[in-house]
Every structure is written in C-alpha cells, then in structure tokens.
C-alpha cells in the first residue's frame, strides 16, 4: 500500500482515473463506477469532489489532457517548426506504443460522444488552446502568420485522425506514414 504521502489526493486520482478511462475505453465506458475502481478512491468521493455529475468529473479530466499536451508545447519554446511537430507526433505515439494501440486522446473521446454542450465546448476550447499554442511556436520559429495558423490545425487534425487509425488497425505503420510526411511538412514552413 501507498504511504500517505504517495497517495494521490481522491479528487486527482478520479481524474487520472478518467483521462486514462477516456483514452482507452471512451466517454461512455467512463462512468462513476469504473472511475472509482481504476482510482481506488472512496465511493463518497464522487458527488464530495463532482457535486454536478459525471460532466463535471469528465470536464475536469478533458481540461488536465489538454493541460499536458500545452505543457510539452511550452517545452519547445524557441525550437524549429520540425522539431515542435516531431515532438507533438512523438507524444502521440509514445501513448500509442506504451499501450499497444489501446489508447488515444482523451479529448477527441469527449468529441465524438459528449452529449452536452458544455463537454463539446470544453473539448473545443482544449483544441483551440493547442492551436493556438502551436502556431504561435510556428510563427516564432519562422513561418508567416497564415501558414503557422493552417499547419497548427492540420497537425492536430492528421495527428488525432491517424491516433484513430493505428488504434483500428493495432499498428503504428499508419501513424508513423501521416507523421512522416508532417514533419517533411514543417520544415517547409521555415523557407
């Protein structure tokens, strides 16, 4: 058993419990129930830490993703257009590979199941969050205005649709082609 000082708070470990459950098993499948039991936290932690439900617990979990990926990002601050996209690519199929094609973005599960607004909205905001971060890095490593924008939503775009292909097809050939031809991409932005 974990010391105290190990165990992570409940209202943390339910939310690791979700971002994982997201990834791998999708909205639906990510219930109170499963929460609980991946995180090991107390069953009247739930409505302590998510008085409004499971869209709060799942909003929670979709804003701490989107977190991870923006902090890699502020990682590259000052690197080449090819070398934040590698890196961006290179965070998705280290996911892929660790968890042999199991796992994907959490915040794209949200997308295509969220029944409420609120989720998509927050989803959204988690997207064009790491758009925005991107192109600003694409920009101050050369590439004009117009083309950091355009690139920053091809990348995301490319690399979630080919997460969802290596995960279909249990390969990371796909995801590793599409990564390819991006990063031969990015540096064509710096011309």
């Given amino acids: 058993m974990p010391s105290p000082s190990t165990t992570p708070h409940p209202r943390v470990a ?7 459950l997201l990834a791998t098993h999708g909205y639906q499948a990510t219930s109170f129930s499963s929460v609980l039991e991946t995180s090991g936290a107390p069953r009247g ?3 302590h830490h998510f008085p409004d ?14 977190g991870r990926a923006i902090a890699l990002l502020d990682s590259l ?32 599960a949200v997308t295509v199941a969220a029944p409420t607004s609120g989720l998509l909205e927050t989803a959204g905001a988690v997207f064009t969050a790491w758009r925005s971060r991107l192109a600003e890095l694409f920009r ?30 249990r390969s990371i050939r ?3 082609t599409v990564a390819e031809d991006l ?3 990015a540096v064509g932005l710096r011309a």
Avoid: H, N
């Fill in 14 to 20: 339910m939310i690791e419990a979700a971002v994982r």
């Fill in 77 to 108: 601050e000052g690197e080449e257009p090819a070398a934040v996209t590698v890196a961006f690519l290179q965070m998705w199929r280290a996911l892929l590979v660790a968890t042999d094609m199991r796992a994907g973005c959490s915040v794209l």
């Fill in 45 to 47: 932690s739930i409505y």
């Fill in 140 to 169: 101050a490593g050369g590439a004009e205005a117009t083309d950091a924008g355009a690139f920053a939503a091809l990348l995301i775009a490319a690399s979630e649709g080919a997460v969802a292909i290596a995960r279909a097809e």
């Fill in 174 to 176: 796909s995801f590793d």
């Fill in 53 to 66: 439900g499971k869209d709060q617990l799942i909003a929670a979990a979709v804003e701490v993703a989107g």
């Fill in 183 to 185: 990063r031969r991409r």
